[in-house]
T-cell receptor
Framework: NAGVTQTPKFQVLKTGQSMTLQCAQDMNHEYMSWYRQDPGMGLRLIHYSVGAGITDQGEVPNGYNVSRSTTEDFPLRLLSAAPSQTSVYFC????????????FGPGTRLLVL | TQLLEQSPQFLSIQEGENLTVYCNSSSVFSSLQWYRQEPGEGPVLLVTVVTGGEVKKLKRLTFQFGDARKDSSLHITAAQPGDTGLYLCAGRGVGSSNTGKLIFGQGTTLQVKP
């Protein structure tokens, strides 16, 4: 099993550009989520999904779109990048339920100039 | 909105000392998890506590879930330099609007000096 994979590992964008951060998992997990991590702020939930075709907003959804067409994939789209979106982005997956272990990908480091 | 307040945010101690990290909220969680994160990597799960009052031990680490399931603590006995890292607590919500959501605290950066 590859676990949770994320691409790219590092990206530089100019303000106003768009891009998609890819996330895939091969563990057949229902739950997938995107977080951003900034210094001193821990991990903040952007969007999450409890299954294919179902997505919902987290704490900081503005400026980001998601879709979940398959169980395996959960891409995160930035439609018009802003410097405030400079961050490290983590994708995670788990089984639904209170005790589900959340598995994280290696992260994508995004710099918006 | 469910929030988790984690304290302290930074902790620098000498090898052999004990320490406690706290994670508090005004909200009830169905479970509370603790993660450890190394630089350049994603967080890795240390433990999950589900029952109010539950205590779990992982070698020198002791985790406790509050009776009301609103708070948790992580206690490290005789800290070692290998314990250095970022520790994160995370709570999974209850209720139809929060089921499945995992909310993280701000994290505690621990430095253990030899």
């Amino acid at each position: 099993n590859a676990g949770v994979t994320q691409t790219p590992k590092f990206q530089v964008l100019k303000t106003g550009q768009s891009m998609t951060l890819q996330c895939a998992q091969d563990m057949n997990h229902e739950y997938m989520s995107w977080y951003r991590q900034d210094p001193g702020m821990g991990l903040r939930l952007i969007h999450y999904s409890v299954g294919a075709g179902i997505t919902d907003q987290g704490e900081v959804p503005n400026g980001y779109n998601v879709s979940r067409s398959t169980t395996e994939d959960f891409p995160l789209r930035l439609l018009s990048a802003a410097p405030s979106q400079t961050s490290v982005y983590f994708c995670a997956s788990s089984y639904v339920g209170p005790g589900g272990t959340q598995y994280f990908g290696p992260g994508t480091r995004l710099l918006v100039l | 909105t469910q929030l988790l307040e984690q304290s302290p945010q930074f902790l620098s101690i000498q090898e052999g000392e004990n320490l406690t990290v706290y994670c508090n909220s005004s909200s009830v969680f169905s479970s509370l998890q603790w993660y450890r994160q190394e630089p350049g990597e994603g967080p890795v799960l240390l433990v999950t506590v589900v029952t109010g009052g539950e205590v779990k031990k992982l070698k020198r680490l002791t985790f406790q879930f509050g009776d009301a399931r609103k708070d948790s603590s992580l206690h490290i006995t005789a800290a070692q330099p290998g314990d250095t890292g970022l520790y994160l607590c995370a709570g999974r919500g209850v209720g139809s609007s929060n089921t499945g959501k995992l909310i993280f605290g701000q994290g505690t950066t621990l430095q253990v000096k030899p």
